[in-house]
């Protein structure tokens, strides 16, 4: 079973930054690709940032093109987000996942984290 362990959320004011930090116990075919999505109060789940171990391919969603960067470090098994110019919009639950292929749906990830907070005040 993969485990994967966010951390780095946190309050900050909008035009702020953060970093989130997500460590994955072990890398397989099944996790190929990490991914990042978020979930604020009352909206459904939406797609952030997606990385794959190999080659460091992103893709971001349309709402965080430009503001938010993906990277991974594969000798720590671990993907980071960078978040810049935050917004309020931007609050929510932050989540990264693990699955076999690089992709914007929730459904195709087989591994979650358990969240973490980020708020983002005006």
Excluded: H
């Excluded at 397989?28 to 190999?54: C, H, L, N, Y």
């Excluded at 917004?87 to 087989?110: H, I, Q, W």
Aim: hydrophobic content about 35%; charged content about 15%; some cysteine.
């Amino acid at each position: 079973q993969v485990q994967l362990v966010e951390s780095g959320g946190g309050l900050v004011q909008a035009g702020g930054s953060l970093r989130l930090s997500c460590a994955a116990s072990e890398r397989t075919w099944r996790t190929v690709t990490m991914g990042w999505f978020r979930q604020a109060p009352g909206k459904d789940r939406e797609f952030v940032a997606a990385i794959t171990w190999s080659g460091g391919v992103t893709i971001y969603g349309d709402s965080v093109k430009g503001r938010f960067t993906g990277s991974r470090d594969n000798s720590k098994n671990t993907v980071y987000l960078q978040m810049d110019s935050l917004k309020p919009e931007d609050t929510a639950v932050y989540y990264c996942a693990a699955g076999p292929a690089l992709t914007t749906s929730p459904s195709v990830y087989n591994y979650w984290g358990q969240g973490t907070q980020v708020t983002v005040s005006s």
